[in-house]
């Protein structure tokens, strides 16, 4: 039994998530404790729990402390079965978290698996889930793991109501390493702006300001982004809700940027943080953005072979995960130890048996 201190680094969701997928991947039993310490109000929140039990369910587990408001989570995996699932968060809390917990599961099912999990799709505090369709996936893609993700829904905070299904026809079992430093040179800009249950002119808002901002900031590369907005009498989202999700694919990778629309918050406001957040990540000339550094870690810590990669940022959150495979997997991490600053990170899986 592995004991996780769920206070280490972030203090928060994150290391709960990639310990509960580790566990299931491995086979090793565990028990994470002072979970989400470090936040206002520790404990599982909604979608931890709905990770936990949706982990759970996929792979036979056993577990314990599984209530909203628990510190304390024990964990007993079994095996990793195909079929199709559905999950639901019950609140607007996030798909996309959910699915952080949920996808390097799903790529060591015995056979084709899909899901379908219901829940918030742009909500604060966590990656907007057209960022996990144009960023994520093509970066997952690049380490062999295909799968297909389709947005059915979205959903904002507070009423969500979003849906997202998830397919893995052919389950890799496996991930590839990368090596992958520099960005290169911007080939081109795309993006989504959207709003429900708004008026149109708030989604062209957010576009025509992240647009301005890009060029302003020099860019000669071709910009796309789309304007999604549906008409009152047709749109089928809770709502009301909006934001915009920037990529930029670049000679050897994407990287991406986003802001949601609030109350009070200008539509301007929204794009011109999208396109900052993405600039600002261009301009370290690393090849994997903030977000998906952490992300990609535990991937390529279950790669066969060494990776080597650059990202624009080192976040608690990545900072937490490299110190969670270290422990867990027996990886071999290397990385600058300076928080919000651009390093250049090594992982050496152990070899297997």
């Known amino acids: 039994m592995l004991v996780i201190d769920g206070s280490f680094g972030e203090g928060g969701g994150q290391i709960l998530r990639t310990a509960v997928a580790l566990s299931a991947i491995t086979g090793v039993d565990i028990r994470v404790v002072n979970i989400r310490a470090k936040r206002p109000e520790p404990g599982l929140k909604r979608q931890h729990l709905t990770g936990i039990l949706a982990a759970a369910k996929i792979c036979g587990a056993v577990v314990e402390g599984a209530s909203v408001g628990s510190t304390e989570v024990l964990f007993k995996p079994g095996t990793i079965r195909g ?83 998830v397919r893995v026809d052919k389950p890799p079992k496996f991930f590839k390493p990368v090596n992958r430093v520099e960005s290169g040179r911007v080939l081109s800009i795309g993006g989504v702006s959207h709003c429900v249950k708004l008026p149109k002119h708030v989604a062209e808002r957010q576009a025509r300001a992240a647009e301005e901002e890009l060029y302003k900031s020099g860019t000669r590369s071709s910009i796309n982004i789309e304007v999604e907005w549906y008409d009152p009498e047709r749109d089928p989202h809770l709502g009301p809700g909006s934001g915009v999700v920037l990529w930029a694919t670049t000679e050897n990778s994407i990287l991406g940027g986003d802001s949601l629309g609030e109350r009070g918050k200008p539509a301007e406001a929204v794009g011109k943080e999208a396109a900052s957040k993405l600039l600002e990540d261009l301009s370290t000339g690393m090849a994997y953005d903030r977000h998906m550094a952490d992300i990609i870690i535990p991937y390529l810590a279950l790669a066969e072979g060494p990776s080597t990669i650059g990202i624009s940022k080192l976040t608690l959150h990545a900072f937490t995960n490299m110190w969670l495979v270290k422990n867990m997997l027996g990886v071999n991490v290397e990385h600058g130890n300076e928080i919000n600053a651009p390093t250049i990170v090594k992982i050496m899986p152990r070899a297997r048996a």
């Open 83 to 165: 079929g199709s699932y559905t999950f639901d968060v019950g609140t607007a809390g996030s798909i996309t978290l959910v699915l952080q917990t949920l996808l390097p599961i799903i790529a060591f099912a015995d056979s084709p698996i899909s899901i379908e999990v219901r829940g918030g799709t742009d909500v604060q505090w966590s990656p907007p889930i057209d960022y996990f369709r144009y960023v994520v996936r093509p970066h997952l893609q690049g380490v062999g793991y295909d799968f297909v993700v389709e947005l059915v829904r979205r959903g904002h905070y507070p009423r969500g109501g979003g849906l997202v299904r």
